[in-house]
Every structure is written in structure tokens, then in C-alpha cells.
Nanobody, 121 residues
Framework: QVQLVESGGGLVQPGGSLRLSCAAS????????MNWYRQAPGKERESVAS????????NYVDSVKGRFTISRDNAKMTVYLQMNSLKPEDTAVYYC??????????????WGQGTQVTVSS
């Protein structure tokens, strides 16, 4: 059974920091590209950051560039999202995603349950 379990969310003041973690089980996470998404109330889910299987390449949505850092520890089967200089508009439920397309073209796409991040004074 595949599980992605996020942790580290909470309430933080503007300008503060949080570190989200996503622990994977039931898959060899080093075979997957890993992604963080978020969904704010009344808005569509958006991709925030992504990291390739080896960690050699990362991408960020423009709104978080320079503030958020995605990283992974394949030995611990965990991916992280370090969030600094948080703004109220970062408030959302953050989701971890594992994605792999096999050599035969089959897509493996798994999601965590989400963790709430609230940025407010």
C-alpha cells in the first residue's frame, strides 16, 4: 500500500518559516519525481515545486522562487519543502505528490492527504 504522509504544517506569522516533510512508503521513492502542490480556499490546486528522482533538477512556481526550497533524501524516502519569508497568500493545504511514468508508458501518480499551512498575524 502506497502512502505519502505530510507533516510540518501549522500557523506561522508573516515572514516566518516552516519546513514540510513528506515520508513515502510502499514505493521506491527514488524512482519517482516528487512534487509539492497547494490549494487555497476557492482556488485550483497549483504546483509549487518539483524535484527529479536524483534531485538534480528543481522547479518552482514564480510566486515562491527565492523563498521556498525543495529537497529530498532518498535514503529516508522523504522529500522536504523549506518555506521562508512566508506571506499570507501562501496559506493553503499543501500536498505531496509522487509521479513516475514507466518505460511502457504507464503512469504512477500518488498523493498525500495534505497539511494545512496558515500564514497570519
Amino acid at each position: 500500500q502506497v502512502q505519502l504522509v505530510e507533516s510540518g504544517g501549522g500557523l506561522v506569522q508573516p515572514g516566518g518559516s516552516l519546513r514540510l516533510s513528506c515520508a513515502a512508503s510502499g514505493i521506491t521513492s527514488s524512482s519517482y519525481d516528487m512534487n509539492w502542490y497547494r490549494q487555497a480556499p476557492g482556488k485550483e490546486r497549483e504546483s509549487v515545486a518539483s524535484i527529479t528522482r536524483t534531485g538534480g533538477s528543481t522547479n518552482y512556481v514564480d510566486s515562491v522562487k527565492g523563498r521556498f526550497t525543495i529537497s529530498r533524501d532518498n535514503a529516508k524516502m522523504t522529500v522536504y519543502l523549506q518555506m521562508n519569508s512566508l506571506k499570507p497568500e501562501d496559506t493553503a493545504v499543501y500536498y505531496c505528490n509522487a509521479l513516475r511514468v514507466s518505460s511502457l508508458g504507464r503512469t504512477y501518480d500518488y498523493w498525500g492527504q495534505g497539511t494545512q499551512v496558515t500564514v497570519s498575524s
